[in-house]
């Protein structure tokens, strides 16, 4: 009977594993850069760009639209930072 060592893979082997049978279910792998939203610089400029849109005559729905988006990010980056009230 061989060893637990001998039939351990390696991480990189599980990885290689992983990529194959997700190739196999017709998924590609991509890499992309998000926003940091911890990031209390990016959350100001996300904030100034959310009411910029919102100054530019949209519709009642695509108005109501942001400023629902930006209440929601502003409870979840105020859970995130500890702080009981949104921004």
Do not use: C, F
């Not at 997700?22 to 850069?33: A, H």
């Amino acid at each position: 009977m061989p060893s637990a060592t001998n039939t351990a893979k390696t991480s990189a082997e599980r990885m290689r594993d992983h990529r194959r049978r997700m190739r196999e279910k017709g998924y590609v792998q991509k890499t992309i850069w998000v926003p940091d939203m911890r990031n209390a610089e990016v959350r100001e400029r996300y904030a100034h760009a959310a009411k910029t849109l919102a100054s530019l005559g949209l519709s009642d729905d695509d108005a109501a639209w942001l400023a629902h988006s930006e209440a929601n990010l502003n409870q979840i980056w105020a859970e995130e930072d500890g702080d009981p009230e949104p921004r």
